[in-house]
C-alpha cells in the first residue's frame, strides 16, 4: 500500500481546468413541450412582429373617436378569429371581443362597462379618446427583435414566445449521456440484507438524482466489476454512447482501485487528488471524441460536494448554458466556520430570513460520511484553507441550492 | 353583450380561497430513482444506525492505540466489504481501506503517510491516540432518528439516505394528474399559416412547461370545441382521470365563452373575477370528488401570472409540500413601481447583484399580452391597489422565480 502519487491540486484550479477541458455539445432540433430547461443553441429573432394586427384589449364596441358621445348603430361583431368583414362605417360601432381585430375604420375601442346599449344601438361617452383599449401591431414584440438569446435557457414564458411567432420546434443543444457507476466490494443493491462490512449502494441514487436535475440523461451501469478485463469492457462499450462516465468510491489511494489505471490507459488523468474537503480524492479525465470521466470519491457528501463542484458545471457548459455555475447570494454566518488547514471546505448551511437578509446555519457534523449534513441544506459556504476561518457575523457569497420557502 | 356579474374579489383572498379549497392527493409507493422532486406522505424514521459498524475514513493501519511507536507485524488486510477475520492480535496491525470495517481489538487507525512500511512490518508513530480516523456506529445517524420529515421535498441527499436505510422506494403523494385545453376560435396550430385575425395558440405550450415544473402530469387537449356539447363531452370524459382542469382564454365577459357556463352546470364556481393585474377574469371552481378547475384568461402574460399566483401553490399543495408557495427574498427596486388603481398588480422584474443586495428592474412595458415582459424575468413584485406606487429604492418582499446566476 502506498499514498497517492497524484499532486494536491488547488480546489478552485482544478475547477477551472475542468470547466476549460469541457466541451459544449452538438446542437438538435427539438419539440416545444420538450424545450423547457434547454438552452438555444442560435439567437432567436422575431421573423414577424406581434401582435401581427391591432387586437382589442377588451370586450366592448370598436368606434371612430370622432363618434364619441353620439347613439351609434351596431352594424356587426369583430371577436377573435372571426373579423368584422369590410370597413366600419362613421357613425357605427361593432361588438368587438378581447382578441378581435380593430376593423378598419375604428380607432378605439370602448369597454362594455362605459357604455349603454339598446336593441341595435349603443351610447358611447362624449369625447372618448383615439387610441383606447387595443395593442398595435408590433406592440409586444418588433420584427428583427431578439426574442431569446444563445445560451439562454428556455422557460414557459419563452417557450410560449417561440410559439406565438410560429416555430413549432427550437435548435438547441443537446443534453449530455452520462453513464453511471458505482464501485467498491462492499456495495449491495439497496432492498438487499448487507453481509458483515457491507453497505447500500446509495451513492447511485443521490448521484441519480443530482445528475438528471442538472440535465443530464443517466444510464445506471450498477456496481462495476471487481476485476480488470470485464470492467475495461463494461466501460468501453459504455463510452460508445455516451459523453460522460461518472464513477464513485474507488479512487482512494488504496490497493484495489481499478478506475484510475482504467481511465489512465483510456485517456488522460488530469487531476487524481484537490485540496477539497470533503473530496480530496476526485479524479479528471477526458477521454478520446471529447468524452469526459469523472472519478467521485465513495464517501456520500464527497461524491456530492465534488458533483457540484465539478460536475455539474461542467454538465451545465456541455448544455449550452452561458452561466453554468449555480447562483450565488451573500449570507451572513450565523455560526464561526472552522477551515479544513490546509484544504477549502464546501461547507453544508441552512438558511433563514433574518433581520431582512439570509443567515447561514451549519448543517451540524461536516464529516465526509454524513449524509445528513446534506439533507435540507440550502447552500454550500466556501470556507478557503488556513486556520483564520471565517467569524460569525461575517456575509459571504454562498452557492445557493434552493431557497428556504 | 354584457359585463361581468361576477363580484370582483381581492387577489390575496381569491388566493387564500383557492388553496382552502384544494386537497392533498392520496399517496403512493415510488421507486427511488422517482422519487426526486417528490415530497414524503410520511416521517422517515431511520430503523438502523448509520455507519452500522466502525467504518475507516482512510486508507492506513487499523491498530491498537498501546502499541503506538512499535514496529508491528503486518496481519491481514480489512477492506470494504472484506473484513479482516477474527480479532486484531496485540502487537500487530491490519490494513485497512477506507469504509473497511475496523477490527475487533483495534481502537485507531493510522493513516498510510503517517507510518513506514517494510515487508510484512509498520513503524507507526509514538503516542498515536485511540479513536482516530474512523466513523463509529451511528456518528452518522442514530436508530430512531428523524430523517426527512412527512411534507419535505426529496432531492439527492434525501433518496441517498433513504437509500443507505435501506428503503428501496418511498411513500410519496401522488403528482396531479391536470387536463389543458385552450379556448378561443382565433387559435391555430403552432406551424400552421394564421388567417386573417388568427393568432398561434402559445398558451397550451407555456402552460404545459410551467404545469410541468410544478410537478404535474399534464394531458393536452388542443383547443377546445366551440360547441357546447361536444365541450361537455370532452371535459366530462377528461375528469374522469385528472385531478384538474386548467383552460386558458374564453373567461372573459364575451358572447362566446362556453367555459363558465359549462362549469357552473359541472359543480361550483366560486372566483369569476379577481381585483388583479394581469388576470382579472380568473376563474376558479370545485368539481365533485375534490377535482379543481381553473379557467386562465387568454392573453399569454395573464395566464402566467395566474398561473404562478393560484395554480403553482395549489398544485403544490396537491403533492404535499408543506410550504407550496415560490420562495421571497427581500429586493431594493430599481425603478418606481407605479400600481394599477383599484387592483394588485404583480409585476415582471429582472434581478441584479448590486452593493450587495439583489436590485430589481421592471421588464419594460408590463402590458397583459407582452409575454417579453415575462422572457427572462426572475422574480414578481406584488404592488398593492392604489395610486401611491412604490418608490425607486424602496425593499420589498419578490416572489422568486429563478435567481440571476
Known sequence: MRASTYPLVDAAEAAALVLDRTPVLPAEDVMLADCPGRVLAEDLIAPAQLPP?????????????????????VVGESAAG???????????????????VLPQGADTVVMVEDVEQADGWVLVPVGFPAGRNFHRPGDDLRQGELVVGRGEPLGPAEVGLAAALGFPRLRVLRRPRVALMSTGD????????????????SNRWALLAALREAGAIVTLLGVAPDQPEPLRELVVGALRDHDVLVTSGGVSVGTHDLVKPLLESLGEVHIGRVRLKPGKPFTFATLPSGRLAFGLPGFPVSSLV???????????????????QRPRLPVRLGYEARAAGDRTEYQRVSLTMEGGGLVALSTGSQSSSRLMSLAGAHALVRVPPGNTGIATGTVVDAIILSLPA
Open 186 to 201: 462492499e456495495l449491495v443493491e439497496v432492498g438487499r440484507t448487507s453481509g458483515p462490512g457491507q453497505v447500500v449502494d
Open 53 to 73: 394586427f391591432p387586437a382589442s384589449a377588451v370586450d366592448g364596441y370598436a368606434i371612430r373617436s370622432e363618434d364619441g358621445g353620439g347613439r351609434l348603430r
Open 82 to 100: 372571426r373579423p368584422l368583414a369590410g370597413e366600419l362605417p362613421p357613425g357605427a360601432a361593432a361588438r368587438i371581443l378581447t382578441g378581435g
Open 306 to 324: 465534488t458533483f457540484e463542484v465539478f460536475v455539474r458545471p461542467a454538465l451545465r457548459k456541455m448544455q449550452g448554458f452561458r452561466r453554468p
